[in-house]
């Protein structure tokens, strides 16, 4: 079982910048892809970025070059860098994380707010 806690999340004015991390319960050395999500009202989650174990990476194309996310196993901790915030980057983000043994399993954390707003 992994429990994955999100923390850095919080009111930003357009243009701001904001980091989330999320911390993983266990070594993430045996997580293959960990992502975020986010979920704004009204709307179905979407994927926001992903990275694997090996480092390699992906983004919604809404937020290509504005945001980056980057994983430290050592401290068993993935981060998104969100510059050039916009008001419609408002939403609940969800941290996420997969693992393969006998079969997939999937690990969400319980959310955290962020809001672009002036």
């Known amino acids: 079982q992994v429990q994955l806690v999100e923390s850095g999340g919080g009111l930003v004015q357009p243009g701001g910048s904001l980091r989330l991390s999320c911390a993983a319960s266990?070594?993430?050395?045996?997580?293959?892809?960990m992502a975020w999500y986010r979920q704004a009202p009204g709307n179905e989650r979407e994927l926001v970025a992903g990275?694997?174990?090996?480092?390699?990476?992906n983004y919604a194309d809404s937020v290509k070059g504005r945001f980056a996310i980057s994983r430290d196993n050592a401290k068993n901790t993935v981060y998104l860098q969100m510059n050039s915030l916009k008001p419609e980057d408002t939403a609940v983000y969800y941290c996420?994380?997969?693992?393969?043994?006998?079969?997939?399993?999937?690990?969400w954390g319980q959310g955290t707010q962020v809001t672009v707003s002036s």
């Open positions: 990275i694997t174990s090996g480092g390699r990476t």
């Open positions: 996420y994380a997969v693992r393969f043994g006998s079969r997939q399993y999937d690990y």
């Open positions: 266990r070594s993430t050395l045996g997580i293959n892809t």
